[in-house]
């Protein structure tokens, strides 16, 4: 029945008919509800009996665990840190130090009913600002062109809901929509012309057109200011250290300028790992002569929060670690992060109980989606092998140098240097950038080998930026749009040293 409406309509869009100018909008639909007539034209190609419609629709099937996450974590946050009771949120805080305990937590009060309501209400509406503005921008072009409407921005809108904080205005994420559209897509010729990833673009437009809304304190909920309300509330009878605050992972690691050393963070975390952090002989020599001098009586592992900032930010000539004091609260946070202490623990993290953008913060979630593309064989394996492998041992050269040379064993380099190199893969947006952004078959290479490449370029100046560069806390956009725009040349090599290879010999179809 839908077959014989859909090919009478098909007559008023035919030449001369009133609405032929909009038959690439007709012709969208008839391909999304059955399998286009002709063979794919233009880029990405498939060797498979299925078409390009399907193709897409897989990766967004491996995109539902990343989806469910988003609208779970979402609604878990808005309801603990918008509730305006300190009470709730130590009970969160506690119950998240273990799955059971967790989920035991959104059991109560039918919390977990509240938690899906709130966060489909937060990402819902972004993903249909997505497709309505996006899709406008898609068929206004194509309608113009007379060309079909790619099935690519099926993919592409989806995507970009996903890499944003929750908080977005919503016309702000209908304009970055359509710039992205136009800009990175339409102006090269539509989709398979593209040289960078359209829904990357989306994002770097408003990260710096609106870097206010892009980062800070909009991870939870949909409207900030009652979060900060909120949280303002809960500290009241509370010291800033203490108190609660929306810092993401990255965020903390971002706050910690290299004045923070490894000496300052270790001395906070021995509260709770005492003798475990590597610089405790170091430390417990200054601490003994800050105790002698001040006449303290204190022990470490057990101070107090005043006395461990004192302890900290007393001058080095005195026995303290001569941090400055307005670094205190930043060395604070950074210590939860780089030791996985409260709710940023390692289950905490590769679970996605924590704050980032939407689809971001689950790594369980992006790798049961990258598991699902490479076995259906549409995501390239290489480079979520490469960009992984490389990241990681990016960051553990940053950290063996920052853990073995300098004075006392490395104890006053920059904290952030040391951060354990696995943590940075669980944080952020890192495995999501890898498992669907990176792996973007029109922006990446094709030859195999040059995936290699590629991914490896993606994973080292992640985690250069990340660590280097103070003015942005996450380096996986910047980092995949730069592969990008290098994607051709090093397909270009590839081939040519493929050629060179096969010289005199039959070559081989190429991967």
Known sequence: ?????????????????????????????????????????????????????????????????????????????????????ANVMKEYLAASTTFKGYFTFMGQNHRWALALQEGAAAFLPLMLIS??????????????????????????????????????????AAVGVIFGVIISKEVFGGTGMNILNPALVCRAFLFFTFPGKMSGDVWIGTNPTKISDSLAKMNTDLSTVDGYSQASPLATLNAATPDIKRIHVDAIASNTLGGKVETFDTLQHQ???????????????????????????????GGGLGLMPNNFDAAHSFAKTS???????????????????????????????????????????????????????????????????????????????????????????LAFGLVFMATDPVSSPNMNSAKWIYGGLIGLVTIVIRLINPAFPEGVMLAILFGNVFAPLIDYYAVRNYRRAYRGQAVPEPS
């Open 1 to 85: 029945m839908l077959r014989r409406f859909l090919d009478f309509q098909r007559t008023l869009f035919e030449k001369g008919k009133p609405l032929h100018r909009l038959q690439p909008l007709f012709t969208a639909i008839d391909n999304f509800c059955y399998e286009p007539p002709i063979n794919t034209l233009n880029p990405p190609f498939i060797r498979d009996a299925i078409d390009v419609k399907r193709w897409m629709t897989l990766v967004v099937i491996a995109l539902l665990p990343a989806i469910l996450m988003a609208i779970w974590n979402t609604g878990v946050q808005k309801l603990v840190y918008g509730s305006g009771d």
């Open 287 to 317: 601490f003994d002569q800050w105790n002698v001098v001040g006449d303290h009586s204190a022990t470490l592992g057990d101070l107090s929060i005043d006395q461990m900032q004192s302890f900290v930010t007393s001058p080095l000539d």
């Open 131 to 172: 497709y309505l503005a996006g899709g406008l921008a898609e068929t206004a072009f194509a309608c113009i062109r007379r060309k079909e409407i790619a099935e690519g921005f099926l993919v592409s809108a989806m995507l970009y809901p996903l890499i944003l904080p929750p908080t977005i205005p919503y016309w702000m």
């Open 339 to 429: 030791y996985g202490l409260d709710n940023f623990s390692d289950g905490n993290l590769f679970f996605g109980n924590m704050m980032g953008s939407l689809g971001e913060t689950s790594t369980i979630a992006c790798l049961l989606g990258g598991l699902f593309l490479i076995y259906t064989g549409i995501g390239a394996w290489r480079t979520m092998v490469a960009f992984g492998i490389t990241a990681f041992l990016t960051a553990f050269i940053f950290q063996f140098f920052s853990t073995h040379f300098g004075i006392d064993g490395g104890a006053w380099n920059p904290a952030r240097y040391a951060m354990p190199a696995y943590r940075h893969l669980i944080m952020g947006g």
